[in-house]
């Protein structure tokens, strides 16, 4: 196994390791890894669903998308078709997923069926150096307050609703609090725990002091320093964890901006706990 660190915030390539045949003992390796770099990258994975499903069952018990329908034969698997012609880009946006769940899920595994030849990079945060990184003023402020998170709701995708299906929950909306420095359950370290596309409100302060500090927060947790850069090629494979990053699918390969091609992932997603 060869590990090749993509940035000095987090991220890192692993290759000479098969994600279709992962024991309990590579298992261990790669969580490990996983810990230390948040998100991991593996590519020329040939690896089935039934095979993407074992391996997320390995981290833990496999969820199904709040409002998205999955694959027929493996409800979990949520493919993600963005169609050339699609008006709202699922992902565009710095966010981590369903942040608006009671329990958000702890971590994403994406596999590429189809990418772009140029564009549709996805970019990938790391919120426990945005925490310790923060301006020690805000981190008074904030340290103990709760953060209000809402899902946009399915009607965002319904220009393009004939390949991803919702399971007839069209328009609902999902809110929840949780606290906005969280604690990661297997490192204890602190997370930066708001994101600019479902943190709606800080609790405890009006809307004006909520949205400027917000605002000021947004603004440190999108500087590149702490992120890194991923080129997909098709059978890659990222494993992220989902509590203490944010990801941005970067949308530069339509008609409107360039190329009009489609690109399609399938997404798994593991059941996290509730955010302390
Ligand atoms: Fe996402």
């Given amino acids: 196994m060869k590990v090749n660190i993509l940035s000095g915030a987090l991220g890192a390539e692993v ?29 020329d994975q040939n690896i089935s669903s039934k095979e993407l499903m074992f391996l997320g069952s390995l981290f833990g018990p496999v969820e199904e998308h709040a409002y998205v329908r999955g694959l027929d034969d493996f409800p979990q698997i949520t493919r993600i ?23 958000p899920c702890k971590t994403i595994i994406l596999r590429s069926i189809k990418i772009p030849p140029i564009g549709g990079d996805t970019v990938f945060s790391n919120m426990e150096l945005a925490w310790e990184t923060l301006d020690e003023d805000i981190k008074k402020i904030i340290v103990d307050k709760n953060a209000l998170h809402t899902s946009n709701g399915s009607n965002f995708f319904v220009d393009d609703f004939s390949e991803m299906e919702s399971n007839g929950k069209i328009g609902e909306k999902y809110s929840n609090e949780h606290p906005i420095v969280r604690t990661h359950p297997e490192t204890g370290k602190k997370i930066l725990y708001v994101n600019p596309t479902y943190t709606k409100k800080i609790m405890g302060l009006s809307k004006k002091e909520s949205d400027n500090l917000l605002e000021r927060i947004f603004r440190h947790q999108e500087k590149l320093d702490l992120s890194c850069r991923f080129k997909w090629t098709e059978n890659a494979v990222a494993i992220l964890d989902n509590r203490c990053t944010q990801h941005y699918a970067i949308a530069d390969f339509y008609p409107g901006r360039g190329l009009g091609h489609e690109r399609v992932m399938d997404r798994i997603a593991i059941v996290g706990d509730q955010p302390y």
């Fill in 15 to 43: 290759s000479d390791f098969n994600l279709n045949s992962v024991t309990q003992e590579n298992f261990e390796k790669l969580n490990a890894l996983l810990l230390e770099h948040k998100v991991v990258f593996f590519r």
């Fill in 81 to 103: 078709i963005k169609a050339a012609d699609e008006k709202n880009q699922w992902g565009e946006g710095w966010h981590s997923d369903v942040s608006y769940d009671v329990t």
